[in-house]
């Protein structure tokens, strides 16, 4: 245990090697793009795209800014294409991109225009829009657009994309009418005489609907060792796909407390002591990742034992319950938050289900100042 932090969480990068061979094997000969936008889903960047950047099964990287592309690769010297997979792209970052070599969603004519006055040569993934309502050109405005790009001769299209709603709640219906719309967008695509990487699904596509693997797939939850939902785990190709979590997250007792039978604990005397107690307080809060949430209702792994969250989580400390164990607890010890401890386990699913939220909430909502600690 670090001793001079009282929050971190330790990543294990031997997970997330085991992770995208598991994936590899699923999609087979498809390209994979490792998704490591929002600083790796809250992982770290830094050090998982290290991690990334050997692996020869990673035929290229997604990213949400020019910035986080520029990163990897001036920073960490990255090779292989890095796609923008956002609209975060305008008049004061496209010379990064050009310098960085890298290449851009297009969904939009204010983007079409931008690049048109920048004159330089930028690679593009046409964006179309099957059905999410969110970004790129619909069918209807896909001919004319593709005319207009093809006399920009400086806007270089190397792939066209787009991106389903919902694979992850097994709306399967949904997804089959998406992917209907994107063949129709290719065959418009290929009679203009454009060439490129056929795109539109994401890990719940890669893992639970081959349909949609097209050339690539854009893998970004499931290489940190979650499914995107259960639903997409119910209707896996492979039943017998094994991820690893790369996340155990931690803290240390900083305090016992006795409290007597009848007496309140915690911010609006939520919780009245049903019997005398003993109660340990952990210094992580709302302010360090703990949901408020959980006030109440959250549990910990303490001395391979889990113990419940009483009263209201507040900004930096919560209090549990060790009134049972309470000689096995010394300030100091380990605390884990989710993750592994011995023979217990708070898995990813378990912890933001009882905030009614998804898998990719997990790490993003941790700080960056709670310390990353990487294993193998």
């Known amino acids: 245990m670090p001793e001079e932090y009282f929050q971190w969480c330790e990543v294990s990068l031997g997970n997330l090697d085991h992770n995208v061979r598991q994936i590899k094997k699923v999609i087979g000969k498809t390209k994979f793009m490792a998704v490591v936008k929002a600083d790796a889903y809250g992982y770290g960047l830094e050090k998982i795209a290290e991690r990334l950047k050997k692996n020869k099964n990673i035929d290229c990287f997604g990213v949400n800014t020019v910035e986080e592309g520029e990163f990897l690769r001036s920073i960490i010297g990255i090779k292989k294409p890095i796609v923008v997979i956002s609209a975060n792209v305008n008049k004061t970052n496209i010379g990064k991109v050009y310098k960085n070599d890298l290449e851009i969603e297009l969904g939009s004519d204010y983007l079409i225009d931008i690049l048109k006055n920048f004159k330089k040569d930028i690679k593009v993934h046409i964006k179309v829009d099957t059905g999410i309502n969110r970004l790129g050109f619909t069918l209807d405005e896909l001919d004319s657009t593709l ?109 016992k407390k006795r409290v007597p039978k009848g007496d309140r604990i915690g911010y609006g005397c939520t919780y009245k002591a049903k019997e005398n107690m003993v109660v340990a307080i952990l210094p992580v809060g709302y ?4 949901d408020r949430r959980l006030s109440n209702i959250g549990e910990v792994l303490i001395s391979d034992r889990r113990a419940r969250v009483i009263g209201r989580v507040c900004m930096n400390m919560t209090m549990i319950d060790i009134t049972n164990f309470e000689k096995k607890v010394s300030i100091g010890d380990e605390v884990v938050i989710f993750g592994k401890s011995e023979g217990e386990e708070i898995t990813a699913e378990e912890f933001v289900g009882k905030l009614e939220t998804i898998a990719y909430e997990l790490a993003t909502r941790i700080p960056q100042f709670i310390k990353r600690i990487y294993k193998e």
């Open 147 to 255: 005319d207009k790009i093809k006399k920009t001769t400086n806007i270089k299209v190397v792939g066209i994309m787009s991106h389903l709603a919902s694979v992850e709640e097994g709306f399967i219906d949904y997804t089959r009418k998406q992917i209907a719309r994107f063949r129709e967008a290719i065959s418009i695509f290929d009679q203009k005489g454009f060439k490129g990487l056929k795109h539109i699904g994401a890990s719940s596509c890669a893992l639970a609907y081959p349909d949609g693997y097209f050339d690539m797939v854009r893998v970004g939850i499931s290489i940190y060792g979650l499914w995107p939902s259960e639903e997409t785990q119910q209707i896996s190709v492979d039943p017998e796909l094994d991820l690893r979590p790369l996340m155990t997250f931690k803290t240390k007792v900083i305090h």
């Open 287 to 290: 302010y360090e990742g703990f």
